[in-house]
């Protein structure tokens, strides 16, 4: 039987359906808003995994390009791995949903949510959690939920709930929240340097919806009445706990106050070892309980010396950043490179810039674009100290990839002031704690050691909480043994002017407002701070570009003289490559893109295309080669695709009888131009070019030379007609429609 609960949260119409499809799930979610329309399962093992330490949960987004009515590009049309979109989906799933599993729990969960339609107006991935969230509710599987999750755009200096793919590009904020109907347990956003007060707001104006959302998921569930299975938890036995607590808990209090994380961890494991041993006898027969109980005694010491003394594991205060250390200009061949040092985490960050024909171009299902900001995270096992194969990057490094290019994107120069196209990759080098803030701040460094002239430098901070019952305390700059022994991971970045990116992870439920306010607030200092020490190794972007570095010179023809450029078949514009060893890109706004890593060959190129798009003007004077001789003169091409003839009276100061006698095919001689006729054609001098141009000094031809009236003799025949000479009179952009244009050279901008 078919169930559905429909209604408006935040305005925007939603409906959940169960019964009719996927029933042999656990539960199955069939949500539309719109034109877009998932599918969620949500299933469950019978069985609990016996050995595990953490609990299995699996979150799938699976994208069809069939719900854009779309085939596949490419050879491998049923699809191949993942996109970055589907993988940040996949996670922005599983972070909400997570926390809210019973403690202990060891049965596989997967949940799967399908794209089946989309449309502009609706994009899926917010839909997606409270679809998967529905999916759990009507299922038998045991889960604290439900949860809703928004979108916010700001437009104008309006809220705008859930905004249409076109609105969040004219959004000055794209905030995503996630939270049950009494706190709020995941943010992600990307933002224009908004202050924090205003991101307060918006979360708070998220969280209204979020509890009509949950509204609307309960409802249904009551229709459905699925009891929740019984599952066997994995919990610790209380006597082996207070064995370990009581006769262990002051030497692990001792143990864990080490700033060095390799001594740390050494000495805890000895430690470990010793316990085990120690009370082994007592429990002969649970030595695994044993390892797990002095873990968890060792988290209950870090938060009980976090909230009761203030102390953190290294002897910060709570409000303390680590040393923080910065280096530029490391690698002489990149374009440019940083290094951040912030206590033991370590990240090198290198720019590479290139031309607009290396943007990266994503065909998504919200619609086609061109990526000319890209940023790579790579995290090998030496950065922790292990060994493990080396394989592709997962989720977590593509995750943390994308948080820092979120941070930045927001202030690199648009293509119209810097049209270049800009790689980052940012390896870790080393690892305790906020990798990804690290690299966000190591790529600061590297994009202003390259010169890349960014609207302002962005720092980084992850921001960590220890609670006990009604206490708390926020925690800056957080180290791997606060994050794993802590309740959240909130990394913050952003400009001295406001925000740019926000990530929130929690362990809990979800915080209060009252907590979310003071960790911004706790963080805008700490990234202050890191910030001024940033800016001591490197003040302002660099001056120059790495001589290294391409250089990109914009030009802006007509549009209606793209073909001139292009040429038939693409001649003009493959033999101007070639001549001067530049790329040259066109765009349909007649936005010419020329990257040279010679600069006299960009310059060579630009003048080049200047001289095909404009008129021909008398007295203007041009650098050709020879290209034909005749009885009459020699042809000389003055820009690509443009000719003109030089009479053989003007090829020479002294008197001459043919024109091979004063040059020969393939010479470059400098020409003016003397005459552009009424049909286009163009008349050149070799002479007098020393001198100022004046028409009353050009030199006349012998009267032998000429016909009647005037004009000069010769077989007018033997110069090329309208159609082969591009001079003056060539081909008109609408001469090269069709097949005869490389489409390759057009790129719609985005």
């Known amino acids: 039987m078919t169930i559905i609960e429909e209604g408006t949260p935040g305005g925007r119409g939603l409906s959940l359906e169960t019964g009719k499809v996927a029933k042999q799930a656990g539960g199955a979610c069939w949500l539309r808003a719109g034109d877009t329309v998932l599918l969620a399962s949500a299933t469950m093992a019978a069985e609990a995994r016996e050995g595990l330490d953490f609990f299995p949960l699996t979150c799938d987004y699976e994208e069809r390009k069939y719900a854009v009515g779309k085939i596949p590009g490419g050879f491998i049309k049923r699809g191949g791995r993942p996109s970055e979109k589907a993988i940040l989906t996949s996670r922005l799933i599983d972070r909400p949903v997570r926390p809210l599993f019973p403690a202990g729990m060891r049965n596989d969960v997967q949940i799967v949510c399908t794209s089946l339609s989309v449309d502009h107006d609706n994009p899926p991935d917010v839909y997606a959690v409270v679809a998967a969230s529905t999916a759990l509710m009507i299922s038998d599987i045991p889960w604290n939920g439900p949860i809703g999750c928004v979108r916010i755009g700001r437009i104008g200096g309006e809220w705008v709930v859930n905004p249409t793919v076109a609105q969040i590009e004219e ?26 007060a205003e991101v307060i707001e918006a979360i708070a104006l998220a969280h209204t919806v979020i509890k009509e959302q949950c509204a609307m998921q309960v409802r ?6 699925k009891a929740k299975r019984e599952v066997q938890l994995s919990v610790l036995p209380a006597a082996i706990v207070d064995a370990v607590r009581a006769k262990a808990g002051v030497e692990i209090r001792a143990a864990i106050q080490n700033p060095d994380k390799a001594s740390r961890e050494s000495g805890l494991s000895e430690l470990k070892k010793e316990i085990v041993a120690r009370l082994l006898p007592d429990f002969s027969d649970a030595e695994s309980d044993l390892d797990a109980a002095v873990e968890k005694v060792v988290k209950e010491q870090i938060r009980s010396l976090i909230i009761e003394e203030r102390r953190r594991p290294d002897g910060r205060s709570p409000e303390d950043i680590r040393t923080i250390t910065c280096e530029v200009g490391l690698l002489p061949r990149c374009h440019g490179s940083g290094l951040f040092t912030r206590g033991q985490t370590q990240v090198l960050t290198t720019v590479t810039l290139g031309s607009t024909d290396d943007a990266q171009q994503i065909d998504g299902l919200e619609g086609d674009l061109e990526k000319r900001y890209m940023h790579f995270y790579n995290f090998p096992p030496y950065s922790v100290g292990e060994t493990r194969p080396l394989r592709g990057p997962g989720r977590r490094e593509i995750g943390h990839g994308c948080l820092a290019e979120r941070a930045l994107v927001g202030v690199i120069p648009p293509r119209e002031t810097f049209p270049y196209t800009l790689q980052l990759t940012s390896e870790v080098l080393e690892s305790n704690g906020s990798t990804s803030m690290g690299a966000t701040c190591g790529s600061t460094l590297a994009l202003m050691d390259a010169g890349v002239p960014v609207k ?13 019952d009604d206490q708390y305390v926020v925690l800056s700059d957080i180290q791997g043994m606060e994050d794993f022994s802590g309740d959240m991971d909130f990394k913050v970045a952003g400009t001295s002017n406001g925000i740019t990116a926000i990530q929130l992870d929690t362990k809990i439920a979800g915080l209060s407002a009252e907590i979310i306010e003071a960790t911004l607030r706790q963080a805008q200092s700490g990234r202050q701070h890191i910030l001024e020490r940033m800016l001591a ?3 302002a972007p660099r ?13 802006k023809i007509n549009p209606e003289r793209i073909g001139e450029i292009i040429g038939p078949g693409g ?3 493959k033999k101007l490559e070639a001549d001067t060893g530049a790329d040259i890109s066109i765009e349909q706004d007649g936005t010419i893109y020329i990257s040279a890593v010679d600069a006299d060959a960009g310059d060579r190129a630009a003048a080049a295309i200047k001289a095909i798009a404009s008129d021909v003007e008398v007295g203007t004077d041009f ?11 020699a042809f ?3 820009a690509p695709g443009k000719e003109g003839l030089v009479h053989t009276a003007r090829l020479s100061e002294t008197p001459i009888r043919r024109p091979d006698d004063a040059v020969k095919l393939g010479d470059e001689i400098r020409v003016r131009v003397i005459e552009v006729d009424p049909q286009g054609r163009v008349n050149l001098t070799a002479v007098g070019l020393d001198q100022p141009f004046d028409p009353a000094n050009i030199p006349a031809l012998p009267p032998s030379s000429r016909g009647p009236g005037g004009a000069p003799r010769g077989d007018r025949g033997g110069r090329p007609n309208r159609s082969d000479r591009p001079g003056g009179s060539g081909p008109r952009s609408d001469d090269n429609g069709g097949d005869d244009m490389p489409r390759a050279r057009f790129r719609p901008r985005r």
Do not use: C, H
Not at 220 to 225: I, N, R
């Open 456 to 468: 302002a430098p962005v720092s980084g901070i992850a921001m960590g909480l220890m609670t006990r």
């Open 171 to 196: 959004s000055d904020l794209d905030l995503i929240v996630a939270g049950t109907s009494e706190a709020v347990n995941m943010l992600e956003a990307g933002a224009d340097e908004v202050d924090e």
């Open 571 to 573: 001649k003009t514009i």
């Open 543 to 555: 001056a120059d570009l790495s001589r290294f570095a391409p250089r990109m010179i914009t030009v």
């Open 220 to 225: 249904l569930a009551e229709k459905v009445g």
């Open 623 to 633: 650098t050709g080669k020879v290209t034909r001789i005749m009885g009459m003169g």
């Open 537 to 539: 190794s490197i003040e």
């Open 636 to 638: 000389v091409e003055f």
